[in-house]
């Protein structure tokens, strides 16, 4: 935030939240990157090397140095481990990493163009709204739009959910936290009972399978042909969002302090809400429900670097990142040889967090 005239700090905004440019982190910017950037290797190196066949993390890089280009690595591996690095494990970690990253940033987002803490694209309904039409392009099997079915449903259906929760919020041009969670508790319940219906009224037990285990999220059976649709969603909106830093900071100041340093709030939010309906859409699209992530590490990243966006999204992509890979991981390795959808886990961690946040903020 630059100089300028003094921004209307509403009470209900939270300290850490003010955009303050005065304020300043105890550990230097730089050192912060560096060390997420660290943990985002370090968690990707375990999770490519831990399984139920083990390979030596001097293998794997071993065989991802050598795959770059013959002469950085002589092969000392098996081809048997080197098919498990490069088309098992490696194509489900950076997936890990993609959407780790892609939920952290559109819930810094969500929380910006809201104004408040709590918002969380599974706890608003945008999750909920996706798994419908993902759901039903499922249950249905239909192909109209052939690789980007499944996507594109997910998306209309995230974007007709976020929609919905806003104006059902908003009364009289504002809107309070308690009404933002039940407007997006109510609709994500609506929502989730019609996937379920879907689902149960399908005359296909494979696919009803498939499908109840994909809405507790997880990451199993990813392949190289998953990754590069919700790559690119989350690169786009990363770089749409990094680009779009200061609208962002003036949302943090309040809506009327915004529109006099010439922010179109309401033009500004409704291009916002579909970029993060596409990021969230194309996200549960190869993931199915993975909550909470969004609405824990803004908090944590803010506590790192502060709520300038400017610093606060690139070291949200990295925990996120490094948060999730972290979470598939165990995920895979604490109930070995069975795994458990990483849904359930980010929702174990995330519930005491939200109710935290909650008592928190009715404790101000």
């Given at each position: ?169 908003r009364s009289g041009g504002r809107m309070t936290t308690v009404r933002l969670v039940l407007a997006g508790v109510a609709t994500a319940e609506v929502l989730s009972a019609l996937a379920s219906f879907l689902i149960v009224t399908s005359n296909d037990p494979h696919k009803t399978q498939s499908a109840l285990r994909w809405m507790l999220g997880g990451l199993a059976g990813t392949t190289w042909t998953t990754v590069w ?136």
């Amino acid at each position: 935030m630059g100089a300028g005239p003094r921004e209307e700090v509403r009470p209900g905004l939270r300290e850490e939240d003010r955009p303050d440019p005065a304020r300043r982190p105890g550990i230097p910017y730089a050192v912060v990157l560096a060390l997420l950037g660290v943990l985002v290797v370090g968690a990707a190196t375990a999770g490519i090397a831990a399984g139920s066949i083990s390979v030596p993390a001097d293998q794997v890089w071993g065989i991802l140095l050598h795959r770059v280009h013959p002469s950085l690595a002589e092969p000392t591996w098996t081809p048997v481990r080197e098919t498990i690095v490069m088309d098992v494990r490696l194509p489900r970690v950076l997936l890990a990493g993609v959407v780790g990253a892609g939920l952290s940033v559109a819930g810094m987002a969500l929380q910006a163009l809201v104004r408040n803490p709590l918002a969380d694209p599974m706890l608003l309904g945008v999750s909920s709204g996706a798994s419908v039409g993902a759901v039903l392009i499922l249950v249905l099997n239909l192909t109209v739009f052939g690789l980007f079915t499944l996507p594109v449903a997910a998306f209309c259906g995230a974007l007709a959910a976020l929609v919905a929760v806003y104006f059902l919020a908003r009364s009289g041009g504002r809107m309070t936290t308690v009404r933002l969670v039940l407007a997006g508790v109510a609709t994500a319940e609506v929502l989730s009972a019609l996937a379920s219906f879907l689902i149960v009224t399908s005359n296909d037990p494979h696919k009803t399978q498939s499908a109840l285990r994909w809405m507790l999220g997880g990451l199993a059976g990813t392949t190289w042909t998953t990754v590069w649709i919700p790559v690119g969603a989350v690169l786009l909106g990363t770089a749409v969002l990094l680009g779009v830093c200061r609208p962002l900071n003036l949302l943090l100041a309040g809506e009327e302090a915004a529109a006099a340093l010439g922010l179109d709030v309401h033009r500004f939010r409704g291009a916002l809400f579909t970029l993060v309906a596409l990021m969230i859409g194309t996200i549960v699209a190869v993931s199915g429900q993975i909550g909470f992530v969004g609405l824990i590490m803004p908090h944590v990243v803010r506590l790192l670097v502060g709520a300038d966006h400017r610093r606060a999204l690139p070291a949200a992509v990295l925990l996120g990142a490094a948060f999730l890979i972290s979470a598939d991981l165990a995920a895979r390795t604490l109930m070995s040889p069975e795994e458990v959808p990483v849904g359930i886990l980010t929702a174990l961690v995330g519930g005491p967090f939200f109710l935290w946040l909650m008592r928190r903020k009715a404790a101000r």
